[in-house]
């Protein structure tokens, strides 16, 4: 196999990309997530490799032309990657393995975040019966041909319609048994609602993973929620206490942090809470939210909210905190399997009036709705869908103007469909603090 290599035509890969430092180059392949960090003769040695092989389609040096092929950073002239990443995107875009339906039960909500964009939002307390039972015909409809369902629960606040939840996931679960079909759930949450026993039925749910916001300390949480600091602390203590049998009844815990020039050091302080009460295990996911209006969900923000730049630092900053406090830093910069649930055909927004979207923040809005559930007639729903062309439907990175032709599409196939729309602002993060990311994550165990 080693000779055959040598045998080959090879050129530079296209997705190759060099981020220079203060006394180091750093080069990554967004395709593989390979990369290697040269000083000094060794940047020169590398380039001058890349640099034959892209004028003969070999290297003089073997041993050095199969390393480079087996990292990605070269790949065989015959080979249009840009093509084969396009393929495979649109592949995802029409593929019927996965149904994805992000649920709604309810968009009623126990809390009034300062930066929730569904504040001034009409509110259904609870999905009637009947949608309900409009969403359960509609998925068992939906799932031929798939391979896995995944439910995702959403809101407003979702706990405030867990009767509904345990019972449409009974229903969701026999479903999938029957067709020998995979199945789990995922759920975003303000937390606020749990108790033991709630945390002691999700496997029923088959919950793996679930959301929780925090803004920080007690006095921040309890600000930017507009609760009293005796409720906020409670509910913090809680947390702490429960977060141990939450972690092991769902395999997953991510922790968002939402920060911004006021509250900066928010990371710090909740991660600090936890590691100072004994809860330590790395399958919680600490993570900072960047609070910003760039999708176009919300058209104000009442906080001092970080530019990209500042926001990345900050991001960057936080990672090397949480590896030294011993967490596991999630997030590494890897080729993408699937991009947004909104730009993928097999994938469903249900709101708690039946609306159906295809936008996750934007749930429960009237103008992301392009079909409805008619519990009394599903195949008028889905003909509705059928006849209807689907909202991000002809969204394609890799040929619209603000990502055509970018090195790192891999990684993040175009982001937020949101931000190409005409008239939006594309807000690429990635690009931002990049080469202090993977200068993190090359020195970071797996």
């Known amino acids: 196999m080693n000779s055959m290599a040598s045998d080959k035509e090879w050129k530079p890969s296209f997705f190759n990309i060099g981020l220079d430092g203060a006394a180091t180059r750093l080069f990554f392949n967004s395709r593989s997530a390979q990369m290697l960090e040269l000083s000094g003769e060794q940047i020169q040695i590398f380039e001058d ?7 003969s389609g070999s290297c003089s040096n073997h041993r050095m032309l199969r390393c480079l092929a087996a990292l990605g950073f070269i790949v065989q002239d015959d080979e249009d990657e840009y093509e084969s990443e396009h393929a495979r995107f649109l592949a995802t875009q029409i593929s019927k393995d996965t149904l ?7 968009m009623a909500c126990n809390l009034r975040c300062s930066y929730c964009f569904q504040q001034n939002m009409r509110r259904c307390k609870t999905m009637r019966p009947d949608i309900q039972r409009g969403v359960v015909e509609f998925i068992r409809r939906t799932l031929e041909g798939s391979r896995l369902l995944v439910v995702q629960w959403f809101g407003g606040e979702p706990l405030l319609a867990y009767k509904q939840i345990q019972a449409m996931s009974a229903e969701f679960q026999e479903i999938c048994q029957m067709r020998n079909i995979a199945y789990y759930s995922e759920m975003l949450t303000n937390g606020t609602l749990l108790t033991p026993k709630l945390i002691d039925s999700f496997p029923q749910i088959a919950l793996k993973a679930i959301q929780i916001p925090l803004d920080g300390d007690v ?11 005796e409720w906020a602390s409670a509910y913090h203590r ?10 092991d009844a769902t395999g997953s815990v991510t922790i968002r942090i939402n920060v911004d020039r006021e509250n900066e050091d928010a990371g710090r302080s909740v991660v600090r809470m936890f590691k100072e009460n004994g809860v330590t295990d790395r399958r919680i996911d600490f993570r900072l ?9 919300i058209e104000c923000i009442p906080h001092d ?16 905190f949480l590896a030294r ?3 596991r830093v999630y997030g590494r910069p890897n080729r993408r399997n699937f991009p947004c649930s909104a730009a993928i055909g097999n994938s469903y927004t249900i709101d708690s009036e039946g609306g159906i979207g295809k936008c996750v923040p934007a749930t429960g809005m009237t103008q992301s709705v392009f079909a409805r559930i008619y519990p009394d007639d599903i195949n008028r729903t889905l003909r509705e869908i059928n006849s209807r062309e689907m909202p991000y439907a002809r969204f394609d990175p890799f040929t619209s103007s603000g990502c055509r032709s970018c090195k790192l599409l891999p990684v993040c196939l175009g982001s937020c469909p949101k931000m190409h729309e005409p008239g939006a602002t594309l807000n690429c993060v990635l690009k931002e603090g990049l080469a202090s990311r993977l200068r993190f994550y090359l020195n970071y165990p797996a």
């Open 289 to 297: 939210g960047f609070l910003n209006t760039s999708r176009g969900v």
């Open 238 to 247: 809680f947390l702490v206490r429960h977060m141990q049998s939450l972690v």
């Open 325 to 327: 406090e011993g967490y």
């Open 219 to 229: 006095p921040t949480y309890a600000a930017r929620k507009k609760v009293p600091l």
């Open 305 to 320: 909210c970080f530019s990209s730049c500042e926001f990345s630092q900050t991001e960057v900053e936080f990672m090397h």
């Open 49 to 55: 490799w890349l640099r034959e092989i892209k004028q």
């Open 100 to 106: 994805r339906v992000t649920i709604a039960p309810t």
